[in-house]
């Protein structure tokens, strides 16, 4: 197994791609520590990983834009396991407004989640890692094609790509890589939950849509030994979706 005797920590790790990204290391014998800020779902989330492989599993109550919190959590995996081998910052957030009724409150708070809180886990993963780690952030195809009123979202995702090219660069010193991915349109409550996608503005076959498992499957290469000389990447995990855009 590629991750067995690894540490690996998920942030929005209740459900989604979070979730399948956790179960996927464990099937593969890492040990996972499941971060989110919803601690009502954490428990089931938990509950949903044991029984995945031979590794241990954690729940973390943390808010990723919040600093602190995430030392803390960073710090307690340490204290628990005395490793960090990947993180992968999967937590994110959209807001659905036109520019016009966007406030400085709400680009804050996408900023906070989607963007800050990768750094401040890029952050501790820099000073705790050692040779061969890996982050995986999750980014999106909104990245680089995008729509109507999910500017901050889509400017935090393209600003994700622009963090893991400055941290592969100063990654590479340290014997840690960093890559991210770019979901399209995958099968979780973020997707079915959008407004324009429950109003048919955003029309979807049935073909573009991924499975959280596609997604984390991807992860999992990029996390591995496989993809050693893999740094800086962007990864489309979309089905071609871009392509017929």
């Not at 995996?77 to 490793?83: D, I, P, T, Y």
């Not at 489309?236 to 855009?245: E, S």
């Amino acid at each position: 197994m590629r991750f067995s005797g690894k540490v690996v920590l998920v942030t929005g790790a209740a459900g989604g791609i979070g979730l399948a990204a956790a179960m996927r290391f464990a099937d593969e014998g890492a040990s996972v520590a499941l971060v989110d800020h919803d601690a009502l779902a954490l428990p089931a989330a938990a509950a949903a990983l044991r029984g995945h492989g031979p590794g241990e599993c954690m729940e973390l109550v943390c808010e990723v834009g919040v600093e602190q919190q995430v030392a803390t959590a960073v710090g307690q995996v340490m204290a628990r396991f005395g490793r960090l081998d990947v993180v992968v910052n999967n937590a994110g957030l959209m807001v659905f407004k036109p520019l016009e009724e966007l406030t400085g409150a709400d680009w804050m708070q996408v900023l906070q989640v989607d963007l800050i809180g990768a750094f401040f886990f890029t952050k501790q993963a820099f000073l705790h890692m050692g040779v061969g780690g890996a982050i995986v952030n999750v980014s999106s195809v909104h990245a680089l094609e995008t729509e109507q009123n999910v500017a901050p979202y889509a400017a935090a995702k393209a600003a994700l790509l622009s963090l893991t090219r400055s941290a592969a660069i100063e990654g590479t010193a340290r014997g840690i890589r960093v890559n991210a991915i770019l979901p399209g349109a995958i099968d979780t409550p973020m997707l079915w939950n959008n407004p324009q996608v429950k109003s048919g503005a955003e029309r979807l076959d049935a073909h573009e849509v991924g499975k959280p498992a596609d997604v984390a499957a991807a992860i999992a290469f990029l996390a591995s030994g496989e993809a050693a000389f893999v740094q800086g990447t962007s990864l489309l995990v979309d089905g071609g979706r871009l392509c017929r855009l």
